[in-house]
T-cell receptor, first 113, second 114 residues
Framework: DQQVKQNSPSLSVQEGRISILNCDYT??????FLWYKKYPAEGPTFLIS?????DKNEDGRFTVFLNKSAKHLSLHIVPSQPGDSAVYFC????????????FGKGTKLSVKP | KAGVTQTPRYLIKTRGQQVTLSCSPI?????VSWYQQTPGQGLQFLFE???????NKGNFPGRFSGRQFSNSRSEMNVSTLELGDSALYLC?????????????FGSGTQLSVL
């Protein structure tokens, strides 16, 4: 049973517009959420995170929103750039060791010039 | 500061063989985690090591094993390879073994089992 779901395998956006990537989770014990970005032939790189005590965290063009009641988080990229084209993984943690870090299956974002 | 180094980058094996993958974490990082990535399956947690001790293990068969050395370098071994073991194996390191630590990933080892 998937505890972290990214229901959109792919997303295509025009350069300069907003990209919204969604993630749902089922485990109410998760208290920390992270987004990683992965380019082909490279390992994932950390993008942004949010603690469950917050509902929003912003870092430049990237903002993550957390809706605990809906068990939903989203990553907003504004404005989107062609270099943002990558696979984005949502991950959730319930604390403890890294074994509690659960990843979604990823969403492939394509930003078209 | 050097990143996480995984060797080899590519590996081709046949069914029944065994394979050993290596991971050198970022200097000063004591936690090393291993993940398997297959198309459409995201990142599946294999195991985590901290200070030479396995702290956690994912839902993989016993053919998958690992270890960590005193210098924090880690190896994972897969015995009796099956076709379904073909995947990208990623190693990640962090300073501490806590779930909300930022992970630093290597570029992975692409394993193909024929």
């Amino acid at each position: 049973d998937q505890q972290v779901k990214q229901n959109s395998p792919s997303l295509s956006v025009q350069e300069g517009r907003i990209s919204i990537l969604n993630c749902d989770y089922t485990n109410s014990m998760f208290d920390y959420f992270l987004w990683y970005k992965k380019y082909p032939a490279e390992g994932p790189t950390f993008l942004i995170s949010i603690s469950s005590i917050k509902d929003k965290n912003e870092d430049g063009r990237f903002t993550v929103f957390l809706n605990k009641s809906a068990k939903h988080l989203s990553l907003h990229i504004v404005p989107s750039q062609p270099g943002d084209s990558a696979v984005y993984f949502c991950a959730a943690s319930g604390g403890g060791s890294q074994g509690n870090l659960i990843f979604g299956k990823g969403t492939k974002l394509s930003v078209k010039p | 500061k050097a990143g996480v180094t995984q060797t080899p980058r590519y590996l081709i094996k046949t069914r029944g063989q065994q394979v050993t993958l290596s991971c050198s974490p970022i200097s000063g990082h004591r936690s090393v985690s291993w993940y398997q990535q297959t198309p459409g399956q995201g990142l599946q947690f294999l195991f985590e090591y901290f200070s030479e001790t396995q702290r956690n293990k994912g839902n993989f068969p016993g053919r998958f094993s690992g270890r960590q050395f005193s210098n924090s370098r880690s190896e994972m071994n897969v015995s009796t390879l099956e076709l379904g073991d073909s995947a990208l194996y990623l190693c990640a390191s962090s300073r501490q073994a806590v779930g909300n630590e930022k992970l630093f990933f290597g570029s992975g080892t692409q394993l193909s089992v024929l």
